[in-house]
């Protein structure tokens, strides 16, 4: 398939056009009893509907419905959304942060794209180095990165982590312990790069098994992990993934039909529902260059239907069978990174240089694994989120938690998220337990310590 861009518009007649057709952002609490309505009426560019995706679901909204329209020069879009408790979004400032964000000033407002309570995003960290990593994924592993960052004097502000198909991504956020500067000293970050890689590669000598980068870019921090397990082909796992590891519960049903009336491709999804998830199948529809130009989302209790017609940017449909075999392997894939069984340990603590490497310390000698984790800092105050599984692969015991609370909960608070026993049924348990969300945890702390 040809490499094409989209063709090139003048900046100065985009703005006049969006000048002389605004935005329209509608917060509508009245037409549904159950739940918010955010309409968004939009002059259509490259990228816009991941753009609103992404909004919405930095402030951990959940949609439950969507209805998509693209096609031509407008972009018309209908959300139903509720909070993580399942209801209407009445707080005042939420909604006025939707209506700025996708508003007309939404591209002009500094920070407005960022909301306050997001402090995981490239954008709100401040003055850090961002490093990037991929590798073989191992039981311990994230502690000894944390170790290396300790030992070299990096004070770990905010990280993603995510592990799928045996390889592990990471995007870690670090600054000097002393200065509370970024680093741009050549010859320390390259001792650090040097060792991170020695800690990615353990007894290999590959050097394609581990991979280190520094960034400086802006791109947001989920999408950048999707792009980089893409580009490490986790897609392709070659049968590496158990049913441990994913039950069949979890398997998404991916068709591709070719919709002959409309010229589209007719991508199907059925699967779990879950937070977050309609954002990473467009971010990476997006990223594998296809434009959806339609598209309706629902949840029907704990399952979701979305459908998309797409065309690649060409304007070329899927009528191969590979390049559709390949679409239905990347969106599986971008559907499973985000699901973590075992556990979900929510930490809050006074932040210190080391923190980190303490904690993932603690969890690897109690035998716990770590399958996905978010570290961040509000205030003075060290926010970690980790999912952990048994490294045997087996039903973390409570006996483990329980230790595991002697030891580190005189120091800082812990909260454990879907019990043990409620693993076994997942569907009685419900997706709301094991959702992985910053807000709440944050909210609480900024209010008990004072935070604004």
């Not at 997001?118 to 003055?127: F, L, M, N, T």
């Not at 797409?310 to 390049?323: K, P, Q, S, V, Y």
């Not at 003075?380 to 952990?388: G, L």
């Not at 973390?396 to 800082?412: F, P, S």
Request: one cysteine or more; glycine letters at 8%; charged letters at 25%.
């Amino acid at each position: 398939m040809a490499k094409v861009c989209w063709p090139y518009f003048d900046p100065e007649y985009e703005n006049l056009s969006m000048r002389i057709n605004p935005p329209r952002v509608s917060v509508d609490n009245l037409s549904c009893s159950d739940c918010t309505l955010i309409k968004v009426d939009s002059m259509n560019k490259p990228g816009i509907l991941l753009e609103v995706v992404q909004i919405l679901t930095d402030i951990d909204l959940i949609i439950t419905k969507a209805y998509i329209s693209s096609d031509g020069g407008w972009f018309m879009d209908v959300f139903h959304v509720t909070d993580q408790q399942g209801n209407k979004i009445t707080d005042g400032k939420i909604i006025d942060y939707i209506e700025k964000a996708l508003g007309p000033k939404g591209d002009t407002i500094d920070g407005v794209k960022t909301w306050p309570g997001k402090r995981v995003g490239v954008h709100s960290v401040g003055d850090h180095t961002a490093i990037e990593l991929i590798g073989k994924d191992r039981p311990g592993l994230l502690s000894e990165i944390s170790a290396v960052l300790a030992d070299l004097h990096f004070n770990v502000v905010g990280a993603e982590v995510w592990t799928h198909n045996r390889r592990i991504a990471c995007v870690v956020y670090v600054n000097d312990d002393a200065t509370c500067r970024a680093v741009d000293d050549p010859t320390r970050l390259s001792v650090m790069e040097e060792q991170l890689k020695n800690v990615l590669r353990g007894c290999e000598d590959d050097d394609k098994v581990a991979r280190t980068s520094f960034s400086m870019g802006f791109t947001h921090v989920d999408r950048r992990l999707h792009q980089m397990l893409f580009a490490d082909r986790d897609y392709e796992g070659g049968g590496t993934t158990t049913e441990a590891d994913y039950p069949s519960s979890f398997k998404p049903k991916i068709t591709i039909d070719h919709c002959e009336d409309k010229g589209y491709s007719a991508v199907s999804v059925m699967c779990k529902d879950r937070p977050k998830l309609m954002f990473d199948i467009v971010c990476t529809l997006t990223d594998m260059q296809y434009v959806v130009f339609h598209a309706s989302i629902s949840s029907d209790g704990p399952y979701a239907s979305q459908e998309y017609f797409i065309r690649h940017m060409d304007g070329c449909t899927l009528d191969n069978e590979g390049e559709k075999e390949r679409v239905i392997k990347c969106l599986e894939a971008a559907i499973r990174r985000r699901v973590s069984e075992g556990l979900s340990l929510e930490l809050c603590a006074k932040d210190r240089v080391g923190l980190l490497s303490e904690l993932t310390r603690v969890l690897r000698e109690h035998g716990l694994s770590v399958t996905r984790a978010g570290v961040s800092t509000v205030g003075e105050q060290a926010m970690n989120v980790f999912y952990v599984r048994d490294a045997s692969g087996k039903p973390v015991d409570m006996k483990t938690i329980e230790a595991l609370r002697k030891e580190i909960g005189h120091t800082m608070m812990l909260n454990v998220k879907k019990e043990p026993s409620s693993a076994k049924t997942p569907e009685a348990s419900g997706w709301a337990k094991t959702s992985f969300f910053f807000g709440s945890l944050f909210e609480r702390q900024r209010s008990r310590y004072g935070i604004t």
